[in-house]
């Protein structure tokens, strides 16, 4: 707010240096040799270091699911050397020799690392250092990876295929025998990513045997482990430290191999080293996301019972397994969610993992979930159309109503307003000029159900539109969604996924009535501080103010084994601070009353009968004054009695003020419902989204701000993904979404004023009932916008069938489907050649 | 080859030696510890990067130092100075909760601060165009709108009384 947050490009330690990584232009080479004496020779450098000179462990994702096979990473591809002149380098080869022992696998892959005094300078040599690159061929889709004869990513995984597995829960077979409709609906969902504002970036520093390193992470202990496994640092000599972080979304979960690299480098020339990434090497090189080719076919009775859903999904993995959370995290969560919110009884997945000559995928928002739900969606529209039913009839019909209900695929669902969430959402839009939108007159605010219209912010009744423009198709859609929010292990288990998910919190009071919270989950604009000091504050019973949460230094905290991820702050942590809040209030009041008690005895009078409760029961905290004793205590006398006086201590069992919590909560879901109108311009392709609502049931809503603000968050990154945003690899295996300009994030302009409402079904498991809720827009939007736009278009034969709807794909649809029907369709993309393209221009 | 410029950068006048080739981006942050203004895409994209530079917004990533050369300019840094309070504008911001992780904040701050010098009743549609050029990542855009509304409003309150 006032310019004063301090973020990793804005660090600095006495003699840093910079680093730059030069990276592959070539999606797939072997690297003959590396020349770095031009580049040495400029002022300003310190060194080129490449894998030769910086001997590791290679990453290796942590997922134990047999039949998953791995892809080590190298912090750096290829290997070759050189060193300035004094210059130390673990390899210690001499300068200027070169030798060629490596492969680089996707466009951006780091080989070699430049050191110099200013990032200018470490840019100019990057630019200097001659690789002998020698391209071989390469494949960047899956159906093509698969392909007989096709280049191999890794030698030893035949025919490019990671995993595989067929999975069968009911009996589908039976359930699509019996059905009336099959719809099958096919969907290539695009490749996009977290694309936050801050890349990502770290600065390591020796520290007498170990190191100190500063990341914009969102596991610091994740990282520590990782930087131990990989560069043989003890873990107890690593210390990770995340300063502000400017958004992550998932890209900052996975240690990076530039992360590494960066740390052996440090260590290597016994200097701080600080990389920080720019925005075209974070759009080509940093992971990516989602890129799931789906062909998903849905069972429905005449009568609109949803019978059964089958689903291929397969996944695009790029070139290596990346290392927490594999490239599994999107075909194979991906199955474990395909009933979603409805009562489907059979559901079968085949999923796939196919490596690519493109970037590795990471966690974003919504992972694995976003893809397969849009394409339900959108074959339950189709089902909706062919036999008559109104949309949110036919969903309404489907929706889970009792709780708990054990969904086909394992899931818990705990409790939930999924029907409620629906109706509200399809009352918060005017879906008059909807055709098929059954409820007429868009619902006022009174008609709204009770707690959505109590919501502070549910201002308005759906704000009528006027009436499409000649020559503008105007389409409604609405999606229901369940988010396994707030994963504990059983939540992880309950997904099929071998994660640990506990946490453990530390919570004190210092001599002066100080309140410390630490956690090992750093926030990255979440607003953790503010929602968990009011757990602190609320459960202890102190003021807000006088509670100070840490949460960025690896030193100062518990091991996070997961770190900031999956919508799990508040249920994992905000349980744990909460059960550990009401032991240490216990504690204090058990102080208080030994003060009492020892006051009273000075003055002399007769110890007070002995009540039955616990020491101090009849005494109670509020805001942190104790009443009911004698007078009322202070926190701040109560911590110095604790800290400081002898006489009191010897009265306790355990006089200190410090309490450590561990959880793992069982599985809990969280639900809601999204609506989207959009008008579609027939002449230009282009897609307006007009109004947006999101309903969402978190249960217990710790700060309906913040809760909010997530969902704004989420709902808008899942319009990008539905309309805007695209890596979009070229045939020459470059990404031409590669800089802001062509890589599209949703600007002000793209987005309405949403309508946000909610409901309130607490969690009967976990404490206070809490869910998580930070993805769910991201799961659901796009879902909500593409059937928006199939419902506008379905008169005119237009149908999606894949991400996203940008003005040119909407064109060539309709233009397709307004062909003569004996018209050679022409394929919906442009096959990829796989032909060795020209050489592109360097990567910086 | 070094160049000395001068800049008066939130009021305080200081002379600097710079390379042809650095942007003011670079200079602010690397030379002169203004770490408020953000880099988030180094192309004029994106917007977090905007100062204003006598009294007119400018992308300091595109803008070479030199090019600044005996300008006043004003980061966010100088909306508030510290232990001064908040200017309205980022009041209003902290009570729309027009923020999550705060990296867009600098510049969208600066280009609202202009948007309302110049366009006092400005409307919602003219708010959103007039922030077309700063990407948020975090918020969805709502809480922003609301507070440059709140500013807007507030503001001509007080004209009014």
Known sequence: MRGLARHVADLVRPRQLEAVFVRSPHPAARIGGI???????????????????????????????????????????????????GGAAAGGAAAGEGLAAGVVRFVGEPVALVLASTRAAAEDAAELVAVDWQPTPFVLEPGAARAPGAPLVHEHVPGNLLFAQAKSYGDPDGAFAAADLVIEQPLIGNRYLAAPLEGRGCLAEPAGDGLTVWASTMGPHLLRRRLAQTTGIAEQLLRVIAPDVGGAFGLKIPAAPEEIAVAL?????????????????????????????????????????????RATLTGNAGAYSFNSASALIEPYLGAGLLPG?????HVGAEIFSVLTHTSP????????????????????????????????????????TSFPH????????????????LESAVGLVDASDAPHFAQGEPRSAQDAPASARDAPHFAQAAPRLDPPAPGIRRGVGVTSYVEPAGWGSDGALQSEWSFASHDSVRLQVDPTGGVVAAIGTPSQGQGHATTLAQV?????????????????????TPVSTAGTRASRVATVIGGALALAARRLRARLLEVAAAVLEAEAAGRGDAPAPGDAGPRGGALSLIDGLVHGGARELTLRELAEAAHFDPALRARLPEPDLLVTQFHDPPATYSNGAIAAVVDVDLGTGGVTVRQLAVVEDCGTVLNPTVVDGQAAGAVVQGLGGALLEDVDYG??????????????????????????????????????????????????????IACAVAAALAADGFTVDRLPLTPARVVEGLTRAAAPANAAAAPASAARAAAAPPPPEPLQ | MMLPITLTVDGARTTVEVEPRETLADVLRDRLGVYGVRVACGEGHCGACTIQLDGATARACTLLAVQADGGAIRTVEGMAPTGAPLHPLQAAFVAEHALQCGFCTAGMLMSAEELLRERPQASDDEIRAGLAGNLCRCTGYQGIVRAVRRARDEANEGEAR
């Open chain 1, 731 to 784: 045939a020459d295996g470059r990404p031409r979404g590669d800089s802001f300009g062509s890589y599209l994030l949703p600007r002000i302009t793209d987005v309405p004023e949403l309508a946000i409402a909610h409901h309130s079904s607490p969690s009967p498991l976990t404490v206070n009932g809490v869910k998580g809720m930070g993805e769910s827009g991201a799961i659901a939007a796009p879902a909500a």
């Open chain 1, 536 to 556: 602190v504050a609320d459960e202890l019973g102190v003021r807000v103010e006088d509670v100070a949460l840490i949460a960025d230094d690896t030193n100062a």
């Open chain 1, 361 to 400: 995928m990471s966690p974003y928002r919504g992972v694995g979930w976003t893809q397969p739900h849009t394409a339900r969606e959108l074959a339950l529209d189709r089902a909706a159309r062919a036999l008559g039913i109104d949309p949110a009839e036919l969903r309404r019909r489907n929706l889970v």
């Open chain 1, 265 to 309: 480098a440090a260590r290597a020339v016994g200097r701080p080293v600080r990389w920080v990434e720019g925005r075209r090497e974070q759009l080509v090189a940093a992971p990516h996301a989602k890129d799931q080719r789906i062909a998903l076919s849905l069972a429905v009775s005449g009568s609109g019972e949803l019978l059964g859903v």
């Open chain 1, 35 to 85: 020349d770095a004496a031009a580049a040495l020779a400029l002022p300003g450098v310190a060194a080129v270091l490449t894998a030769d000179d910086l001997p590791h462990t290679p990453l290796l994702d942590s997922v134990r699911i047999d039949g998953l096979l791995k892809t080590p990473q190298p912090a750096l591809a290829g290997g070759l050397v050189a060193v300035a002149a």
């Open chain 1, 341 to 345: 919110p409805y009562r489907i009884e």
């Open chain 1, 406 to 421: 054990r969904s086909a695929t394992g899931m818990e669902y705990d409790s939930g307003s999924y029907v409620e969430s």
